[in-house]
């Protein structure tokens, strides 16, 4: 497959060094870049042979396949709607849009053009998560309860991200994006998302959106999806998820705790390791970010779907909801209360109940807990159905 | 000095056990239990010359200079009372009420009496808190923003803790009152709590209160404490802060993750470590739990509190804010609304302003951030006071 | 480039997946097994269009580019020289011989027919290895004094591994080959390794052969290679690498204590993690076994070198020097004390010296420590260089 | 109990702020320091009423009953015959001494007059040392085969450190007694020590002795104690035990990684934590360095002990082995081979076996392993009894 990139900036480049390690057989072949200086020191860097300052020439380019979009989540749809009317696949970086109305054009954009939209997601594809998620999946944590997605750092690189008309928002469309797909993912995607609680602030930035926000997504089922998004954090990346289930836990930390510390007093020499605020005292690089950060897998998967003719894992309708949530959450910050998520065109389950499977001990007692205590005797705490009585048992 | 314990427990074993431990001057001389055999069997196990079923034979008994209150919520208020009636300093167990009316009464008698109350609040004593305080409050991490904290586990002993009535609440009133009181200290003591989110739900037991909960506090200098409780959690106790300051970050884990590692096939023998799920596979052992749980710094501290005529660290006072907090956090599960926090009797600062103190890079602009470039280069993102524009300088 | 299986067991399999996953341009097309069955099996699970019982068929296939051996070690030998003779190129995984000597044949074989020799070293070529080298390059350690490598576990999975004639030994041949190289590479691969210290037991199993072993290695410069590796080893997989610099310190866990843990109580369902030595209680699984092992980094790198006309980071020479501290190292365990490593065709630097560069802190004095006591009073420690007194002065 | 101490530096002054600690019965009384200035600021700031620059008066002081030397090492003997003939039950800082010989003659002067000597080996008293050695005794790792502690840092305090005469040599007998001692508790005091292996070099320090060491003793029943020990350590202290047996694992981490993570930029204020090698970047500060380097706890059992009229758990004749072995690995550093230990007075058991239980399948066969396949299928390792050959059966 031959593929364009729209936009040559830091997220463009970070895709790019993905698609040309470890020789894969589709191949970046043009991009895109407002300014042509730029492009074509990307195509130089990364070996491309097609640049140029048009998208309509790159994106119609007969050579190639598929577009990946890297541009500033305000120039989204008018590159969504470019690829669908070129008839191109289109892999577009979060968030999809900037509200859940821009969002649901792009979905309807590609679906109309019958193209594959693919939601550049790429958390949802780190080694961790699809093997958590696979074994939450096959049970092994029973019904989940709480699924936590915290992102936080200093802030992003690029300059319109800290714009809010540019962006569409702060901390929460930039890194809440991740995190709500993530407690998404593992709650599961065909159970509805009904309201949203969240608290946002200004902090620290002289700018007009937030820069800290915690938010609560409530799930038809009951469970509570979680973010703690921050561009205050000092340290490095802070990226980390949390799920709990009747039957078991996940601690995942994609960053910074991974199993590789290093010291340096710094009179050694200079590059010690990127994303650090320092070059010396303790430093905790990841080995090989775009693999940890699930780049590499992401664009597996995307490929495949295009030959397989099958969705995507993470798809332009995940981005919509994604969109809605996110909406939902910058009025419930407003408002101080919950406030609905609105998704016109919702596909997932709409019979979810929730859940209440109390552990039953016999026909008179609920099982409250069986407690083993410091001296190793054990007892029962059980609870009468009818007249609600906690009794103890000793065993 | 002499100590008298009210009640035989699982807590009252536990402070007994630090009070034991390390030849401290201070005796536990008496213990009082509703039932006589529990207490005559305390009395047996840690030596002492009194025990008695009455609560106010031991409260006044001649020898005895201090009580420790480790009884169930519902009786903290009544036995308050007694010790202040009998001139006698008193300490309490965590909560201090069910609600911050009764917490009030409780303050109101210690003072009234000229003894001291003090507020058995552990988790304020760890030793990783005393040493993570002291830095914050010696400006380490700049200006705090958000401070969580998190404390999960299958759930409580005792079976009094899961009705509703004797306890007060569920996890909110047994876990919240802990992480409340952290999260406000890191934040300082004197600035005023205002208002409070929270979700609650009972999302896996039989009972009629919450045994999952997330809340958040927000105080007059725009600061947010979070808590998250729950007694859903899978894999041992689950005991974790955070904080995020402008200018540091601190992380701590007080259990499962200390350093301490242990496997066990579970062939060998019995017994590995206590507060585990089970005793093979991976465990992860505190080494001295009274001591990680700050008992022992607590205690030398109400002892020499006393000794010295000074407040301890964590008063009755405290423990009334702390209450009142959770009269929030229980309204605002209710109303699905920020909350205002009621404490009629405030003795902290009135003039806390929301902190806005952006860093200025010359007279037309803030600064946003120094950005280092994966290649190396750096530049300013900055804002201009007046336009709003946002603008990026090449350095 | 078109690629040829030899062996369809279990690292045959671990090889197949990391070539098979994110769409290479090169491509697994020919199997060899002496049983015709599991060949066939291979050639059915990877998609492979050749498979047969008759190596030389496979070697000599016309399409045939490149060799993969992953056969038990006493057929590495015969499969290279046939390869060599096939004028193919050939990748043969660790170790590379039972002995020196017959990695010495290997390495002339291929020399002498102009084809590449690539050792399959993979835990030199992890994300977390790669990067720490470079930094250790960069200098960010300072001078390199000690490298310590461990790989332990309950013991490998072929029968063959557990026959000595087989294998060649017990766990240093098998484990200890990655750790020597590992420590080679960060102290540097020009400097000698001069002799080999070695403890090795046979402690737990019924076999011939060692299984726990430490052994230090002394290189030329005076800095330390030490490995430890066991088949005794409960728990898991324990892989740690640690370097000490004279102004830096590499901490790396590649498994069990990544940032990836998952508690389950067990009863929730089937699979949680492989590798694990049970599927309840905490688990440590490895998000993507074949790049945290290094198997995609080191396949791309030896395409990449064929294509290249250039060696791959890990040669033939590399294996044969592994091969020689390796019987160093046997030679030590058995005589208890140090054992030259013979290496006749030693290729790199001939004038090392041993390091003693101390710190200067005038025409009279070095330095021996700069010390900060606990109440910030700084002071020097200083040694006269002529008299070797030993002063203290306060700063 | 009313306690003198001899010596006033840094070890001291630790010592002591473990004796004022959680108001103990036990008081500091008098201290002795060869410079009167120094004994006045102790006294001072410990509040004691007694100090004297005259050893021979603080030790013969009516009202003291213990004696705890904190003296530089060639200064112990002296000390402990000082306290015997007095009268006085002496505890005394490691290594008891510089040499066996010097051990030995402190052994004979207590036992000779009646009072107790206790070895102030604080490591084997912290408090996850504790649990985990209650878990060895218990069973929970089966037999234990590998026991290694490292202690690593960039150097002493105290500049007689520094003067191997004064300190009897290097990292070894500062460091490697610790090491030693922790290893030997966990394979078990009765087991006889039987010879020595150490690589020591001086790598950084203009020193005389070693700054850098890795030694491994062997025991009477085959299993290793393993010890790593530096003063070329960046980054901190580097404090870790890890023990291997047949059915488990321990590893400990005593600094550094313990549950508190901290990271400053260092703009906000000056004090963050001790032993780091900055203020700035991250730092693990640990909670409360008395109680997790031991002090508490063996002070407890020293004076409990004393109290009891029984032997502490470590005693001088466990300093004296802990010498034994030291001199085993200067001799072993020296000659470049195994070393026995020389111990003329063992008290421990004699009649100890190399262990050999291999698993028994049935009448013919051992068991190697038990295996499951990455698909889930089980098959048996087996070894023929008499025939030796290696078999697979599938499960």
Not at 200 to 205: F, K
Not at 206 to 217: K, L, R, S, T, Y
Not at 245 to 267: A, L, Q
Request: charged share 25%; aromatic share 10%.
């Amino acid at each position: 497959m031959k593929i364009a990139m729209l936009g040559s900036g830091f997220i463009a480049r970070f895709y790019a060094d993905s698609l040309v390690g470890h020789r894969r057989l589709d191949k970046l072949h043009a991009v895109y870049s407002r300014d042509i200086k730029k492009a074509k020191q990307f195509a130089q860097d990364y070996n491309l042979p097609v640049y140029s300052d048009s998208m309509y020439d790159v994106v119609n380019h007969p050579e190639v396949d598929v577009v990946v979009i890297s541009l500033p989540n305000d120039l989204h749809l008018a590159a969504v709607q470019a690829c669908a009317k070129a008839g191109k696949h289109v892999l577009c970086t979060k968030p999809l849009g900037r509200t859940a109305h821009e969002a649901k054009q792009m979905l309807d954009a590609v679906e109309a053009a019958g193209v594959m939209g693919g939601y550049l997601e790429d958390l949802c594809y780190t080694p961790k998560f699809n093997k958590s998620l696979a074994s939450v999946k096959a049970g092994a944590l029973g019904r989940v309860l709480w699924a936590k997605s915290r992102e936080a750092h200093p802030g992003p690189h690029s300059n319109w991200f800290w714009d809010k008309e540019q962006s569409g928002g702060g901390a929460i469309v930039d890194l809440g994006c991740h995190c709500i797909e993530i407690a998404r993912s593992y709650i599961g995607k065909q159970v509805r998302p009904v309201e949203v609680m969240c608290w946002a602030a200004t902090q620290v930035h002289p700018i007009d959106a937030e820069d800290n926000a915690i938010g609560m997504v409530k799930y038809a089922n009951g469970a509570i999806g979680q973010f703690e998004v921050s561009w205050c954090f000092r340290g490095g990346m802070d990226l980390r998820d949390e799920v709990m289930g009747t039957e078991g836990t996940i601690w995942i930390n994609n960053f910074m705790r991974t199993g590789f510390d290093m010291f340096s007093t710094g009179k050694g020499g200079g590059y010690v390791a990127e994303k650090a605020e320092s070059s010396s005292g303790w430093l905790f690089p990841v080995g090989d970010e775009v693999n940890e950060l699930g780049y590499n897998h992401m664009f597996t998967d995307m490929f495949e779907a295009i030959d397989g003719h099958r969705e995507p894992t993470e798809t332009f309708y995940d981005g919509y909801v994604v969109n809605a949530i996110i909406d939902a959450a910058y009025a419930s910050a407003k408002s101080g209360a919950w406030e609905k998520v609105v998704i016109d065109d919702w596909r997932g389950s709409n019979d979810t109940q929730i859940a209440s499977d109390f552990a039953v001990y016999n026909e008179q007692y609920y099982l409250i807990k069986e407690e083993i205590l410091p001296h190793g005797q054990k007892k029962l705490l059980l609870k009468d159905k009818t007249t609600g009585e906690v009794v103890v048992r000793d065993m």
